[in-house]
């Protein structure tokens, strides 16, 4: 089981990343994925996350309306699209998977992911 994240960089404020994660290894198709970050001398937090199967979508409200979750059709990519970035937004993001199918996006949580992919970092110049 592999999770590749990709499309961090440097960026000014009010600026646009996207970022994207390729799942490989098994189906993730039923199961609720998303998005953390973690900045420097914090703890991981929750970002964004998306359910395979019922395409519900849950948000922290630190980043809503400015970013946005997403899945192709095969269920094997997951993107962030990540608008009017601002300098609290810089950390290291990491895409994940719950540890069971059918998990409520509402509920994610680090403690309920499974499958971790390696960060990427975002850098929100100010």
């Known amino acids: 089981v592999q999770l590749q994240a990709s499309g961090g960089g440097l960026v000014q404020a009010g600026g646009s990343l996207r970022l994207s994660c390729a799942a490989s290894?098994?189906?993730?198709?039923?199961?609720?994925m998303g998005w953390f970050r973690q900045a420097p001398g914090k703890e991981r937090e929750f970002v964004a996350a998306?359910?395979?199967?019922?395409?519900?979508?849950n948000y922290a409200d630190s980043v809503n309306g400015r970013f946005a979750i997403s899945t192709n059709s095969a269920k094997n990519t997951l993107w962030l699209q990540m608008n009017a970035l601002k300098p609290e937004d810089t950390a290291v993001y990491y895409c994940?998977?719950?540890?069971?199918?059918?998990?409520?996006?509402?509920?994610?949580?680090?403690?309920?992911?499974?499958?971790w992919g390696q960060g990427t970092q975002v850098t929100v110049s100010s």
């Open positions: 998306i359910s395979w199967s019922s395409g519900a979508t």
């Open positions: 994940a998977a719950a540890k069971s199918p059918y998990s409520p996006v509402i509920l994610f949580s680090a403690a309920g992911v499974g499958f």
């Open positions: 290894g098994r189906t993730f198709s039923t199961y609720t």
